[in-house]
Structures are given as structure tokens and as C-alpha cells.
């Protein structure tokens, strides 16, 4: 989207119920969800908000942001990031109708891959890596509906004979899942 003087400047501001109460949501002009909920919160949609879906009169944010604790996606001395849905309920119907075109036109317009293709080594990362992919890796992508096709490695150099008759127009990625050797066949 472009990018107007102000970078603040609302897009759709609206009182709906966030997690429950009744709060101002904002989506502003650089991509800010402001809202309160136990005190101020704001989320960044290009960096914070995987996706969303409408669920009845209720709008389910799929985020996710720095939380407590371990975890498998780590930022330097912040905190493990963590995936957590934000519920926005709606006062009105046309308003959901609204939010719904705005965060959709929003993520839309950031460019984000919608189809990857995904080479997965069962045998890789020490035999973790369909439990990484099953428990970590998939749930972000259908969070951010991004459709995937599937490869699951039969032997080695697998990869290396499907990259090589793949059609790379049908995707905007490939992305590997295993150990350090797929990386090495694929590219």
C-alpha cells in the first residue's frame, strides 16, 4: 500500500470487543492494529499478524509475538515468540464486512508468498523433522493461508531429482525442512 505523509493515519477505526472488552480498534495507514487490552497493545500486520479469519461475527487475528518462555522461534534476549489468535468481535455487521476488506487488502498488498513448495527429510535434524514441521512449521503457514505442497523424501538426493523437474512458476518458494543435506541438493 502506499504510504501517506502520515504514517499514523487511520485506514478504519471502529469500537468492537477485543478478547472481550470493548475497546477503539485501528488500523492505521503503516500497518498498526492499535487496540487495548490489559493496557495499551498495538500489533505490526507485516511483522505480527500471520493472518486472520472470519468466523461468524468474529474476526480471529492469527498473530504471533513475543511471549515468555522457550520455544523453537527465538529473538536475541527478548523472548521466544508465540503464536496467539486475537478475537474481534464486531458491533455490526457491515463493520465486519469492512475489517475484513481492510486487513485483506492490507496483507495483500505486503507481497507474501502464497504457495510454497516444501521438501520434508523424515530422517532429518536427528528424526525431528516431520515433528518440527507437524507441530512449528505448517500451523504458521495455514495461519497465514499460505497453500504448500508437500515432498517428503524417499532417499538420498530425492530432493535434488524433483527440484530439477519442478515447475518453479507454480510457487512463490521452496522451503526445506530437515537437516543440513536438502539444502545442499536443492541448491
Known amino acids: 500500500m ?5 504514517p499514523e ?5 471502529d469500537r468492537v470487543i477485543v478478547n472481550g472488552c470493548v475497546t477503539e480498534l485501528t488500523l492505521t ?46 529473538v ?15 458491533l455490526s455487521e457491515d463493520s465486519l464486512s469492512l475489517w475484513s476488506q481492510k486487513l485483506r487488502q492490507y496483507i495483500d498488498s505486503l507481497g507474501r508468498p502464497k504457495r510454497l513448495f516444501v521438501f520434508l527429510n523424515p530422517f ?12 512449528h512449521v505448517k500451523p504458521l503457514f495455514e495461519d497465514a493461508d499460505i497453500q504448500i505442497t508437500l515432498q517428503e523424501t524417499q532417499y538420498q538426493l530425492h530432493a535434488k531429482e524433483v527440484a530439477k523437474s519442478l515447475d518453479l512458476t507454480k510457487y512463490d518458494g521452496i522451503v526445506c525442512v530437515s537437516g543440513d543435506g536438502i539444502l545442499v541438493e536443492v541448491g
Not at 2 to 6: D, K
Open 124 to 135: 532429518g535434524g536427528r528424526k525431528s523433522a516431520s515433528k518440527i514441521f507437524v507441530d
Open 76 to 90: 536475541a534476549s527478548s523472548g521466544a515468540l508465540v503464536r496467539k489468535d486475537i478475537v474481534v468481535e464486531s
Open 2 to 6: 502506499e504510504q501517506p505523509e502520515n
Open 9 to 13: 493515519q487511520p485506514i478504519m477505526a
Open 29 to 74: 495507514s503503516n500497518g498498526k492494529l492499535k487496540f487495548t487490552e490489559r493496557g495499551q497493545r498495538s500489533l505490526t500486520v507485516e511483522k505480527e499478524v500471520l493472518g486472520f479469519a472470519t468466523e461468524g461475527s468474529k474476526i480471529k487475528i492469527r498473530a504471533i509475538v513475543e511471549g515468555g518462555g522457550g520455544g523453537i522461534f527465538c
